[in-house]
């Protein structure tokens, strides 16, 4: 490879690894002076560009973030300049004083959680608030958004460009609120951050879908950190940073060494992380005492009990069922329904788990994955021949995972 060559490589791979790494900070950054998400993303995607083609010739800048921001800063000016001269009349000297601090910082202090809360704010329809998160923040597509959420991706990128409209049409404020107001938007914080541990768990590391699945769990864990760092005394972020760290201390045994997907209750348990599972269990005790259930303290406990059961157990069916009518009673989804049937048919028979499946609309589940994989097994224990080869196949068409396609095309 010539040298030319092998600088350009140099700097697309770290051109990729900030985009990944920092994509987010950045964008609250740029979206924090122009109040204005969608130009927001248009700087910034042009100082990527920029980056590579100046890096390969100019060499790579000791502070890639800050360079970035840098470029993004005055891309987002001359735009807003564009559109409206006096807005946008900044005192140059401002402008270089606070472009020089962000070079010799050489990092920035965490302001995402200022441009989720803006993101979350009631004038955004409630629909499309975690989304929205999910796509600014964490800097997921449309379809991989939609697919978190079973909607179709073109309705989910109508419904994000809409929110970004709403976002500068009414001035929205990026900051953190307090007291009432904070209360009132915490929960679509919380669910995007879930939203994106689940789409990072349900993907393997090294399989080509876009961001890898270890990155983005990685990211909703770390989100999960500072959410709880800055309101302690909530009990939902405990939650949530809970249920986090249960399923992630099992990462490691989902997949067999020859990258065959291994089931909850057939994981070797002395290679779950015991750090992650005491932390976990410390974050639940700590949200139990604040005495005011929520959705992830309820999901958490139900981990633990999966974490806690003997070898070879997915946990007490008759507690996990209690736990399940509880959680679908207070904050009804299609996947804590679909578990509830499993759970229920492992207490109760698996006719019982079939009846709690077949009472769901078929329009939502029709494209669900989980719940024919919740189908096939319950009518193999139910001893239903045709009902399990029909759930089979369709849950095989739904599943993009080549190791769980596997998995159960052989369950018997």
């Known amino acids: 490879m010539t040298s030319t060559g092998a600088r350009d490589t140099a700097a697309r791979a770290v051109v990729a690894r900030t985009a990944q790494d920092s994509y987010g900070r950045l964008l609250a950054y740029v979206a924090a002076r122009t109040r204005d998400i969608a130009s927001a993303e248009d700087a910034l995607a042009e100082a990527f560009a920029t980056a590579l083609r100046r890096w390969p010739e100019t060499g790579i800048p000791d502070s890639p973030e800050a360079w970035l921001l840098t470029v993004a800063r005055r891309a987002a000016g001359k735009g807003a300049r564009a559109a409206n001269h006096a807005a946008a009349a900044m005192p140059l000297l401002d402008l270089m004083m606070e472009e020089a601090m962000d070079r010799a910082a050489h990092d920035f202090p965490d302001e995402r959680l200022k441009l989720m809360f803006a993101c979350a704010h009631p004038a955004i329809d409630r629909s ?125 045994t989902r997949r067999a060494a020859d990258g065959a997907y291994v089931p909850l209750d057939q994981q070797d348990r002395a290679r779950w992380d015991g750090a992650m599972v005491a932390e976990a269990e410390r974050a639940l005790t700590a949200a139990a005492a604040l005495g005011r259930p929520g959705r992830f303290q309820t999901e958490a406990a139900i981990q633990s009990v999966q974490v806690q059961a003997p070898r070879e157990q997915a946990g007490d069916p008759q507690v996990l069922a209690a736990f399940y009518d509880f959680l679908v009673t207070r904050w009804p989804s299609l996947g804590a329904e679909v578990s509830r049937a499993v759970v229920h048919g492992a207490a109760h028979g698996p006719e019982r788990g079939l009846q709690i499946l077949d009472a769901m609309p078929p329009d939502r589940v029709a494209g669900y994955q989980p719940w024919w994989a919740a189908r096939l097994d319950l009518c193999l224990r139910a001893g239903d021949g045709a009902g399990a080869q029909a759930a089979r196949a369709r849950a095989i068409a739904l599943t993009d995972d080549p190791a769980v396609r596997v998995w159960l095309a052989e369950r018997v």
Do not use: H, N
Not at 143 to 164: D, E, H, N, S, Y
Not at 236 to 251: N, S
């Open 128 to 252: 499309v608030r975690s989304a929205l998160i999910l796509q600014s923040v964490i800097g997921l597509d449309a379809a991989r958004i939609a697919r978190a959420f079973v909607v179709q991706p073109a309705a989910m990128g109508q419904r994000l460009t809409r929110a970004k409209a709403k976002i500068r049409a009414a001035g929205i404020p990026f900051r953190v609120p307090e007291g009432a107001e904070l209360e009132g938007r915490l929960d679509d914080v919380l669910m995007a951050v879930y939203a994106a541990y689940g789409l990072g768990w349900e993907v393997p590391g090294g399989l080509p879908a876009g961001r890898a699945g270890e990155d983005l769990a990685g990211e909703a864990l770390y989100l999960a950190r500072v959410i709880v760092g800055l309101m302690p005394d909530q009990p939902e972020p405990l939650g949530l940073l809970a249920l986090i760290l249960y399923c992630e201390a099992r990462r490691a």
